[in-house]
């Protein structure tokens, strides 16, 4: 039976994770239970991220496992041999930077939200009828924070492409069945944060409630291991990598930005080893 004279600030503060505070004394019939969402990804694969912030050109990055990308890294996509076969990812050539190519390091927070189709959902047997769409709902409304991110980054990303002209040559000759990226910035020991907020559906903070469930979900989109507490919502530290898409211009004879759409979660890295 609920109890009577409580106040709707006051049962938002009791459905708040952190504090834990037994369903009961809301509803005897209601009860709190942890779903497990993880960033469902393969081994060597990629959480691509739009960031909102700092700035509009580092908006399209990923976290992925430590591949030690630098800046001036050319990465070339090659699709898999089937729809259901991931394609590859290989880091194929490293620019030659002149003098003065990187902007001056920053420290930096970013924020975010997923840019892929990702989270797998683990939850108690009798949970699961309440949770089968609660995967793409959270890819829809998942934040990502990072905080305390030293940023090193390329002045002008295109404009070194084709300051290197092996490079170039390597983009124009492979560029029939390949695409390819340029990583125009890191942002290392980044702790990242993925959380979504008391909107909507949503009761409170990583909070949802479904049938009599309240359902708390702890995140897992880390490749390296996560202990203690704050498991599952704040990751360990990890790269962020912003990049650039380019292509070869056949009638300027240079490197230009590819605007075409692409989906880089359904690529994984084959080969870690610098060029």
Same mark, same amino acid.
């Given at each position: 039976m609920r109890s009577h004279g409580m106040t709707g600030s006051l049962k938002r503060q009791l459905l708040f994770p952190v504090l834990m505070v037994s369903?009961?004394?809301?509803?005897? $019939?209601?009860?709190?239970?942890?779903?497990? =969402?993880t960033c469902n990804h393969a081994i060597g694969g990629t959480i691509p991220i739009? =960031?909102?912030?700092?700035?509009?050109? +580092?908006a399209n990055a990923f976290q992925s496992s430590a591949h030690n990308l630098s800046p001036g890294t050319i990465l070339r996509l090659t699709p898999?041999?089937?729809? @259901?076969?991931?394609?590859? #990812?290989? /880091?194929?050539?490293?620019?030659?930077l002149p003098v003065g190519?990187? +902007?001056? $390091?920053?420290?930096?927070?970013?924020s975010g939200t997923i840019a892929g189709r990702y989270f797998a959902v683990e939850a108690d047997p009798d949970v699961e009828e309440f949770v089968a769409d609660l995967g793409?709902? /959270?890819?829809?409304?998942? &934040?990502?924070?990072?905080?305390? +991110?030293?940023?090193?980054?390329?002045?002008?990303?295109?404009?070194?492409?084709?300051?290197?002209?092996?490079?170039?040559e390597i983009i124009k000759e492979e560029q029939q069945t390949s695409r390819f990226l340029l990583v125009s910035g890191v942002?290392?020991?980044?702790? #990242?944060? &993925?959380?979504?907020?008391?909107?909507? +559906?949503? =009761?409170?903070?990583?909070?949802? *409630?479904?049938?009599?469930?309240?359902l708390h979900a702890q995140y897992n989109c880390s490749s390296l291991a996560v202990t203690g507490s704050d498991a599952g919502s704040i990751q360990q530290p990890e790269d962020l990598i912003s990049y650039v898409?380019?292509?070869?211009?056949?009638?300027?004879? /240079? @490197?230009?930005?590819? *605007?075409?759409?692409? $989906? #880089?979660?359904?690529?994984?890295?084959?080969d870690i080893v610098n060029p």
């Open positions: 369903a009961c004394l809301l509803s005897c $019939d209601e009860e709190d239970r942890t779903v497990k =969402l739009h =960031l909102t912030t700092p700035e509009p050109e +580092a898999g041999g089937s729809p @259901v076969l991931p394609g590859s #990812i290989r /880091m194929i050539y490293i620019l030659k190519s990187y +902007a001056p $390091d920053q420290v930096q927070h970013l793409s709902m /959270m890819t829809k409304n998942t &934040y990502v924070t990072a905080w305390g +991110a030293n940023r090193r980054a390329l002045r002008d990303p295109i404009g070194v492409v084709n300051a290197d002209r092996q490079a170039v942002w290392s020991d980044v702790h #990242i944060w &993925y959380t979504f907020d008391d909107t909507g +559906a949503f =009761l409170a903070a990583n909070t949802v *409630k479904r049938g009599p469930f309240y898409p380019v292509k070869y211009d056949r009638t300027s004879g /240079m @490197v230009i930005l590819d *605007k075409q759409t692409l $989906d #880089i979660e359904n690529y994984v890295f084959t």
